[in-house]
Each structure stands twice: as C-alpha cells, then as structure tokens.
C-alpha cells in the first residue's frame, strides 16, 4: 500500500491524502486549503468560476493530476502531462468546508463515501447556498465552452439538469433521505437534478474492505475511517473526547487498535493545553442569559448543532425563545431525515426582510414551519424574551429589530487570521451600536493595534487536546504514526517514536 499527501501535511485543514494499492485508491478528504487560499483570495477577490480548474491549479490550490471534471477544464489548461490516478471514491470525514470544499472539482465518475448526517448537511448548504467551483457538492450545473474556449460558462437551460455525483452512504439510507437527495425545492418549475446512484457501503466493491466509525467533533456526521489492505490504516478525520459523543471517538480508538498506521490529526498540537469541556461552555454560557436584561445573541458556528442544542436548553431554563435563520431551520429538517430527531421543536425562525424567498424556504421551512416565524418588530417589543442564533454577516438584520442593549456570546473558534480579526473589529462596532454586553472576547491594544482577545470558557474546541491526543495514540499503538492537520509536527516527533513526517506531495509504502 501506498500514502500519498497532496495536500494538509503541514497546515490546519485541506486535506487531500491518497492511499493506493494495486494502482487503485481513495482520498481521505478533498479540502479546501484555508491557509493557502487566504494567500491570494478573500472575501471579495475570488478564483473565477468561468475559468473552471485553471485559477485553483495554477496557484496550487488543488493538485496537479489528472483527476478533474471534464467539463470544468478549459480550452488553455492540459492535464495530459500530470498522473492519473485510478480513484474508485472520496472518504468524507465531515461535512466542513477544510474537508470537502475542493471534492466538486474532482471527476464526475468519483462518488463520495460519507455519514447519512454528511450528506444531508451537504444537500442542505448545496440547495440554500451559492457554492460554487469546488464545493457545489453533492449536485453541479454543468459547463460548456463558450465561443472563446478559455471560457465555461454553466448551462442555464431548464432542460438541462443539475448532475448529481453517486453517493456511498456509511449506512443504510432511509426512503425520506433517498428522496431528500435526489429533489430539489422548486424543480416542479425549474430544473431537476439527474440523480447519480446511491447506495451503501457494503453494497460497493472497492479496493480495500473499508469501516466507517462514528466520532466526535463539532458537526454531526463525523467520521473515523478503518482501511484493510495488506495493512491496516486508520484515519481519525478530526476527533475529539470531550464534546456529547466522546463516547463514540473511544469505540473508533478500540476498533483501531489493530491498525498498522495512524494518520492522526493534530489541530491543537501548537496550542495551549486548557481543555474547555462542553459542560463549561453550558455553564458559562447559562450565566450570561441569566444577567441578560435585553436581548440574548448567541454566534457560533452554522452547523454546530451540538451547541444550537445547548442554547435550546438554556433559553428552555431562562424562559426565552430561541430564534435560528430560515437556512439553519432547513439544515436542521435536513438532519431530522437522518435520526428522526426533530430540533424544530420549540425554536422559532427568524423573519427576515427581504423582496422575495427561495424555494427551499417557501416550498421546505416555511410549508412545515410557517407559523413559527417571528418577525423583527414582535423582538423588539420584548427582547427579554429571545436568543437570537445569529453571527457576523446577520447583524445587518439588528437595524431592524432595533434593540436597547443585550447580552453577545461569542462561542466559536478564535481568529485565525489578520481578514477574520479585522472581522471582530466591525462586529464590536456593530455591538457598540446597540450597546451590547460581550461575553466570549474582548478588543485589547497590542503593540498600539488593536485585535481581539478571546476568553475561555465560552467555546469548546472541536478537537482534541494534546493529552487526548496522546491517550488516542497511545491506545492505537500504530508501528507508523503519520501526523496531518497541523501546524506542529515537531511535538509529535518529540513525544512519539515512529512518526513519519511528510510533506505535501510526499508518498510512504507500507
């Protein structure tokens, strides 16, 4: 067998690793590299999306191979010099963007292996966000040349559908997530999807007898992959112990412990060690409601549902309603299809101003969850009584609701980069505004520039820390430790033997 890392050797996220025997493989993971697009890209300076791969394969943001949609290649772009792998599928680990963001690049014959959870969080953000290029997962628009070959152009023809790649679910899929999958809101008028196949894991014959694990992040869904070739790879994805299903990462480090090597993410290896549980984050997080006089905004991440759920719970305790957007409210339908879990019991939906809604909001949210949405002047006439779910780019939505002071609470990840701190500072003013009370950060002068500074306690980290880290390793034994997702390899060599420090582009047998 054979690893191969394109991408994700020496940063936090975009991995890209291919692991081969007998000239056919998988990737784990198709990322979007984070760290190396901010170095030409933000948020108003994109790859342009009529030059299909071109920008992303010549500035190294995706590897150069012979792997990539027909229909995405330009006139002036020539894959014929570059290896062509023999890739039977993509093993999603989880649906964040540092993992499948460049997947939609990838061949259209290359299905992707994922969770029921995966999958429905993906159709969910496809059919109520503008993905473009890589991430337009798990259905595209299809190209064509224009007059100017350099030039693709999507084919806006009703008769011309959405392709939907094949789809390799963890499990067995059930009838309403098999039809969640292959509709689309408004097709009825518009144009279809023209569904790729579906079907289960152990329905499909590839290369290695391959185990899909559940484990612990901060987005349902994950997944710990186990391959069986003529050695055994284990594959943690991103992992942690100490979030509602540390259980289930514990079960993956049990079934683990056979495996020859460990590709092992190392997120918070270059980091302090203060291990922030989410019991912590409910505490702390309850406190601040419970001295809120005015409006609670609570900001963390759109698909962790873990903490959605834990500020149910505490406006359930503080007497407040909780109040998510109408995409939030169609992810969580989505996810309902896939546990029968209904997490639209008791929240209420946030009415936004606008000239007119999508399909998936008229034709989904609003036709199952009309009557629950709450508009800006009902808030204002008793903003005691609300938790707004909401993050940066909604506080445009404050002007219209106009509130009096309140309580912010910051629980995401910190910033990591000059454009996201630059971020905070537009945010405090925002809150400034309004006169909100901050929890979770703070706007501190260092070196006479300001930036934020983040509080502990408010956040838990979606990966594990360097002592569960060690327990995880120490408890699969691997002969061959190859650490990916970080920032700090050297704290692996120092405290692990065996490890195999790789670079990107770098290949292993085994």
Known sequence: MKITIFDGADTIGGNKIYVEENDRGVFLD?????????????????????????????????????????DMIPSDVDLSSYPKLNVEAVLLSHAHLDHFGNIAYLHEGIPIVASPASLAI???????GKQTGGSEIPYYSPRKHCEDERVLMAIQSKKQPYLGRNLICTKKIEEDLNKFLCLRPGQESGKKIDTGKICCLEEKDLSFEIRAFEVDHSVYGSLGYILCGNVSIAYTGDIRLHGKKGGETRKFVREARNAGVLIVEGTRAGREDYNVTEGEVFENCLKAVERAKGLVIADFSP????????FKEI????????????????????????????????VWIYKELKERRDKWETEVVME?????????????????GYILCFSFYDMKHLLDIKPDGGVYIYSSSEAHSEEQEFDFLRLQNWLKIFDFEIFGFEIVSEGGKLKPEFVKGYHASGHASKEDLRWIIDEIDPEVLIPVHTDNVEWFVENFENVRVMGNGESFKC
């Not at 198709?30 to 009529?50: C, H, I, Q, T, W």
């Open 30 to 70: 198709f990322g979007m590299n984070f760290a190396r697009y901010s170095k030409y890209f933000e948020e108003f300076l994109r790859e342009r999306s009529v030059r299909g791969i071109h920008d992303p394969l010549h500035l190294g943001l995706i590897p150069r191979l012979n792997i990539y949609r027909s």
């Open 122 to 128: 993906l159709k969910a953000m496809r059919d109520s």
């Open 303 to 310: 698909r962790n549902i873990e903490r959605l759920e834990m």
């Open 315 to 346: 406006a359930d305790k503080t007497g407040r309603r909780l109040v998510v957007t109408a995409k939030d409210a169609y992810m969580l339908q989505a996810l309902e299809l896939t546990d029968r879990i209904c997490r639209m019991e008791g």
């Open 368 to 384: 199952n969850w009309g009557d629950v949405y709450v508009d800006p002047a009902e808030i204002n006439r008793d903003p005691g």
